[in-house]
């Protein structure tokens, strides 16, 4: 195989095996990164700072939390006052930090919420400290999930924008050892300051032909699907649906959905100030449309109803995002279904109230 010694070239690709996630992860690491990944804990993907290579689990679909933790907090302190000393404090520095395995539909799911913090007039400093310098070392998904409805999103299973760096995981193994290979395409500059120097393989239009068949096959192993032609004007028309009331039958109203959705973005702001007054802390912490209190103003609650807020939260997925975004704010990742204890099915949902089901 003729050896390639990557320049670090926005577009370039080569072949690597696994021995380069660790040049890739020990160079972030140098450069003063907070490198995050999935470690499996208990058969669950879980999103956390990596102290070693060897921690990061690549299997973990489906019923993996979302990373976005990493940019958007549940929990912080927007700004403090001290009364005293008539001073604020709202200290909000860049952090520099990477995302090591974060799949296709959580990049969208990203850029979904890129749009709502820092796509009007009024910025947010909070979750653009967090975002300026996020890095991204995508994996493509080179099998479906369990619930997966990726493809009838347009978020997956591959991706072909707004990466780092991007893997393939190749099925051919290196012949003489076994190990594995992937295929590497730099999306960015960061990306390729970060592989400069790394030695691997040349790229060959036979890789590229296992990486499209790769993704078929994945996209054609999404075993939910949901049709999305005209979908926002069959929700809106299917809004008093008798499905509704089935399924907020079942519905425990537990928030399970919302919580480990990657695209909800609601949050609850409120002041915190110490028992002798002197310091006043405004916080942020996330809230969902699927709790009661979530809707409650002075004088009452405009979505007190449970089925009110069920199908306030499948809606603005499947219809109002749209308005809103101009894209869905489903990425097909399936997490709501998979923590679903009632076995509500968002894509189930939307197939039924457009009558495919
Ligand atoms: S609504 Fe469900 S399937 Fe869609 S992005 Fe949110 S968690 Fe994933
Ligand atoms: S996770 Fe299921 S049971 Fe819980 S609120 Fe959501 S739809 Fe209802």
């Not at 109803?305 to 109002?320: E, G, S, W």
């Given at each position: 195989?003729?050896?390639?010694?990557?320049?670090?070239?926005?577009?370039?690709?080569?072949?690597?095996?696994?021995?380069?996630?660790?040049?890739i992860f020990?160079?972030?690491?140098?450069?003063?990164?907070?490198?995050?990944?999935?470690?499996?804990?208990?058969?669950?993907?879980?999103?956390?700072?990596?102290?070693?290579?060897?921690?990061?689990?690549?299997?973990?679909?489906?019923?993996?939390?979302?990373?976005?933790?990493?940019?958007?907090?549940?929990?912080?302190?927007l700004?403090?006052?001290?009364?005293?000393?008539?001073?604020?404090?709202?200290?909000?520095?860049?952090?520099?930090?990477?995302?090591?395995?974060?799949?296709?539909?959580?990049?969208?799911?990203?850029?979904?919420?890129?749009?709502?913090?820092?796509?009007?007039?009024?910025?947010?400093?909070?979750?653009?400290?967090?975002?300026?310098?996020?890095?991204?070392?995508?994996?493509?998904?080179?099998?479906?999930?369990?619930?997966?409805?990726?493809?009838?999103?347009?978020?997956?299973?591959?991706?072909?924008?707004?990466?780092?760096?991007?893997f393939?995981?190749?099925?051919?193994?290196?012949?003489?050892?076994?190990?594995?290979?992937?295929?590497?395409?730099?999306?960015?500059?960061?990306?390729?300051?970060?592989?400069?120097?790394?030695?691997?393989?040349?790229?060959?239009?036979?890789?590229?032909?296992?990486?499209?068949?790769?993704?078929?096959?994945?996209?054609?192993?999404?075993?939910?699907?949901?049709?999305?032609?005209?979908?926002?004007?069959?929700?809106?028309?299917?809004?008093?649906?008798?499905?509704?009331?089935?399924?907020?039958?079942?519905?425990?109203a537990?928030?399970?959905?919302?919580?480990?959705?990657?695209?909800?973005?609601?949050?609850?702001?409120?002041?915190?100030?110490?028992?002798?007054?002197?310091?006043?802390?405004?916080?942020?912490?996330?809230?969902?449309?699927?709790?009661?209190?979530?809707?409650a103003?002075?004088?009452?609650?405009?979505?007190?109803?449970?089925?009110?807020?069920?199908?306030?939260?499948?809606?603005h997925?499947?219809?109002?995002?749209?308005?809103?975004?101009?894209?869905?704010?489903?990425?097909?990742?399936?997490?709501?279904?998979?923590?679903?204890?009632?076995?509500?099915?968002?894509?189930?949902?939307?197939?039924?109230?457009?009558?495919?089901?």
């Amino acid at each position: 195989m003729p050896e390639k010694v990557l320049q670090g070239v926005v577009g370039e690709d080569a072949v690597i095996d696994r021995m380069a996630l660790t040049f890739i992860f020990n160079r972030l690491r140098e450069r003063g990164y907070t490198v995050y990944g999935t470690v499996n804990e208990k058969g669950t993907g879980l999103f956390r700072p990596l102290g070693d290579l060897s921690d990061l689990s690549l299997r973990c679909t489906g019923g993996t939390l979302p990373p976005k933790h990493i940019w958007y907090k549940p929990f912080e302190t927007l700004f403090a006052y001290d009364r005293v000393r008539n001073h604020f404090k709202a200290d909000v520095p860049p952090v520099k930090q990477a995302v090591f395995g974060i799949r296709p539909c959580d990049v969208h799911a990203l850029l979904a919420l890129d749009e709502v913090f820092l796509g009007g007039g009024y910025p947010d400093p909070y979750y653009w400290a967090r975002r300026v310098e996020l890095v991204l070392v995508v994996f493509n998904c080179v099998e479906a999930g369990d619930t997966c409805f990726c493809s009838s999103m347009g978020t997956g299973p591959g991706l072909g924008h707004d990466y780092d760096l991007l893997f393939t995981e190749l099925l051919r193994k290196d012949g003489a050892s076994g190990r594995e290979r992937y295929l590497i395409e730099i999306g960015s500059s960061a990306g390729g300051e970060l592989v400069q120097g790394l030695k691997g393989e040349e790229a060959k239009q036979e890789d590229h032909q296992e990486k499209r068949r790769r993704l078929t096959g994945a996209g054609q192993g999404n075993r939910f699907t949901l049709e999305t032609d005209r979908l926002p004007r069959l929700m809106q028309e299917g809004y008093k649906h008798p499905y509704w009331e089935e399924i907020t039958n079942k519905c425990f109203a537990c928030a399970n959905c919302t919580s480990v959705c990657p695209t909800c973005y609601c949050a609850d702001i409120f002041d915190e100030t110490d028992f002798n007054l002197r310091e006043t802390r405004r916080k942020r912490r996330w809230s969902w449309c699927f709790l009661v209190e979530f809707a409650a103003v002075h004088g009452g609650n405009y979505r007190e109803k449970h089925i009110d807020r069920l199908r306030q939260f499948m809606q603005h997925k499947l219809n109002f995002s749209i308005g809103q975004h101009g894209f869905f704010h489903c990425v097909g990742c399936g997490r709501c279904i998979v923590w679903c204890p009632a076995n509500i099915d968002i894509a189930q949902t939307g197939r039924v109230i457009r009558g495919d089901a």
